[in-house]
């Protein structure tokens, strides 16, 4: 039961809340919410949901690349309402949230710019397969292999393959320099 007090005066003006769910379940939240906003009319007081994600690639058992979302905060999800009992009630009385997040007994905005400087950051952390490819490298860069066979070897790169993102690295096996083709993703340049 919330108090009388719980809720910020903003004059309808809606702003971003933080809600705690159960980790892992985010999404279901989200989807949930969407649904009884329908149901419900409530379009007009919880305007937006935003799950924090970024995009990642990794490489699978077979080196081939994978694009997925992955969560940067679990267990929180971020709500564009207007504040009321309403819209805290529909929100609180939804399967795997705990609470919207405040101070002791008092339901507090994120800061206005908030979320679009984190939408920002996002975007700018992710990596997308298009943008593998732009992965700078150079002839001559000294690079250690991190994924596949041969894992720890370290060599020079010889060639580069920037439509495939690919890369020719020169490793030292049986006391020959031999050429290995590799993906971007299976090097990091060696810093001095």
């Known amino acids: 039961m919330l ?27 989200k989807k949930t919410l969407e649904q009884k906003i329908r149901n419900l009319s ?5 305007l937006e949901i935003f799950v924090p994600t ?8 077979k080196n081939e690349k994978k694009e997925k979302d992955e969560k940067v905060y679990p267990g929180y999800i971020y709500i564009y309402m207007i504040l009321d009992r309403e819209t805290a009630y529909v929100i609180q009385n939804t399967q795997h949230v705990s ?4 101070t002791g007994e008092h339901i507090v905005p994120l800061e206005d710019g908030y979320v679009e400087k984190l939408k920002a950051s996002l975007i700018s952390q992710s990596q997308t397969i298009a943008s593998v490819s732009n992965i700078k490298y150079k002839i001559g860069d000294l690079v250690r292999v991190i ?3 041969f894992k720890d070897m370290q060599g020079k790169i010889s060639g580069i393959d920037p439509e495939q993102s690919r890369v020719i690295v020169l490793l030292t096996m049986f006391d020959r320099e031999t050429s290995v083709e590799l993906d971007v993703l299976q090097v990091r340049k060696v810093v001095n």
């Open 54 to 61: 970024k995009k990642v690639v990794q490489l699978n058992s």
């Open 99 to 102: 609470k919207i997040a405040g």
């Open 147 to 149: 994924d596949g066979p």
């Open 3 to 29: 108090a009388n007090d719980v809720f910020t005066t903003d004059n309808n003006r809606p702003r971003w809340y933080v809600v705690q769910t159960s980790v892992g379940f985010e999404d279901a939240v």
């Open 42 to 46: 409530l379009q007009n007081k919880i």
